[in-house]
């Protein structure tokens, strides 16, 4: 299966190329007119959106997506699932790392300004095999290791290309 995201639609294909589901955001549990969504097909199967409303996550059997138990308080731009399982979350001005546990996130971790983390929205998020996080913006990228305080923004100065990583670049 695929699943595509657009603001005025959420999509799910079939390996044939067949269109098994379309309906527009708000029909599916999702906010309407959010110009950048990320879906999040995970290993074991789950399907996974940002939204305005936290961390969603789909119910194949209510077929809309929900808000998921345990999850903190806020939009989320960016998610990625990390090598052991775990997934990370980009809120503003903090990423958080959460296990999935009988249906619940459990944070585990939060890197906000404390450790150095920017203020800024980031739109783009992957995890590397080594547990290092990396967040995309409008000013750079953010490196999140694996250890409290292992923060670094890199930007033009440091000798990225451009400034801006959109969320198709990381």
């Known amino acids: 299966e695929v699943w595509l995201a657009h603001p005025r639609a959420v999509q799910r294909w079939s390996a044939g190329g067949e269109r098994q589901h379309s309906a527009a955001p708000r029909q599916v ?29 789909w119910s194949a059997a209510r077929e809309r997506f929900e808000r998921v138990p345990g999850d903190g308080d806020g939009a989320v731009s960016a998610i990625a699932e990390a090598e052991d399982g775990t997934l990370w979350v980009s809120r503003p001005a903090a990423l958080e790392q959460c296990r999935r546990t009988q249906g619940r996130l459990h944070r585990l971790r939060r890197v906000a300004g404390a450790e150095g983390y920017p203020q800024l929205r980031a739109d783009a998020l992957v995890v590397g095999a080594d547990g290092v996080a990396w967040a995309g913006a409008a000013r750079g990228v953010v490196r999140v290791g694996p250890h409290p305080g292992d923060v670094e923004v890199l930007g033009t100065a440091q000798g990225l290309p451009v400034q801006e990583v959109l969320p198709q670049r990381l």
Do not use: H
Not at 29 to 57: F, H, K, S, Y
């Open 29 to 57: 549990g999702l906010g309407q007119d959010v110009p950048l969504r990320q879906l999040l097909c995970t290993r074991d199967g789950e399907v996974w959106a940002t939204d305005p409303q936290g961390v969603m996550r």
